[in-house]
T-cell receptor
Framework: GAVVSQHPSWVICKSGTSVKIECRSL??????MFWYRQFPKQSLMLMAT?????????EQGVEKDKFLINHASLTLSTLTVTSAHPEDSSFYIC??????????????FGNGTRLTVT | AQSVTQLDSQVPVFEEAPVELRCNYS??????LFWYVQYPNQGLQLLLK??????LVKGINGFEAEFNKSQTSFHLRKPSVHISDTAEYFC???????????FGGGTRLMVKP
């Protein structure tokens, strides 16, 4: 089955530093990937849609300068949390759809990255 | 616009008992419906999906769900749960070819011995 690999799974960083999270589709190509954020005991909130070869589309309220997204290839999207602060601590999850253009094709999710900013 | 409501934030149940996790949605267009499971500190795993056809959908781990268009529901059921089914369950809806998913708030299933 389709596999999405997310790295790192857990990261602790100091306030003011930047953290990069990678999302890879291992056995399929994904022209579009999605980045979600999940607070404890809450649902997933879509942050942005990452498009290969073009700019990401951010949801309302998400700071594009703080959450930099790069989708450089058909199998890799990265999310960089710049100048991280404790309020950025959260669980970040990426996902990709195996077959773009086929309506209803399910998303495959990475295992998430738990970011803790001290 | 679409929305998904999971009426129960937590569902405690004893092992080997049946369970139903409720999901209602609203959408102005035809929808595709999904149930995902999330174990602690992990991503989401697809349990089952409804795209079209038979309204009763069977998924992995013995779960099934029934699409009811008139009641705009897609409840998840399992006739006999195991301790290992303890997890967070998310209902989601997609209504267009833009591939976006809208998630419900999640239901924590707690299976007790």
């Amino acid at each position: 089955g389709a596999v999405v690999s997310q790295h790192p799974s857990w990261v602790i960083c100091k306030s003011g530093t930047s953290v990069k999270i990678e999302c890879r589709s291992l056995d399929f190509q994904a022209t579009t990937m999605f980045w979600y954020r999940q607070f404890p005991k809450q649902s997933l909130m879509l942050m942005a849609t990452s498009n290969e070869g073009s700019k990401a589309t951010y949801e309302q309220g998400v700071e594009k300068d703080k959450f930099l997204i790069n989708h450089a290839s058909l199998t890799l999207s990265t999310l960089t949390v710049t100048s991280a602060h404790p309020e950025d601590s959260s669980f970040y999850i990426c996902s990709a759809r195996e077959s773009i253009g086929i309506r209803g094709s399910p998303l495959h999710f990475g295992n998430g990255t738990r970011l803790t900013v001290t | 616009a679409q929305s998904v409501t999971q009426l129960d934030s937590q569902v405690p149940v004893f092992e080997e008992a049946p369970v139903e996790l409720r999901c209602n949605y609203s959408s102005s267009v035809s929808v595709y419906l999904f149930w995902y499971v999330q174990y602690p500190n992990q991503g989401l795993q697809l349990l089952l999906k409804y795209l079209s056809g038979s309204t009763l959908v069977k998924g992995i781990n013995g779960f099934e769900a029934e699409f009811n268009k008139s009641q705009t529901s897609f409840h998840l059921r399992k006739p006999s749960v195991h301790i290992s089914d303890t997890a967070e369950y998310f209902c989601a809806v997609s209504g267009d070819a833009g591939n976006m998913l809208t998630f419900g708030g999640g239901t924590r299933l707690m299976v007790k011995p």
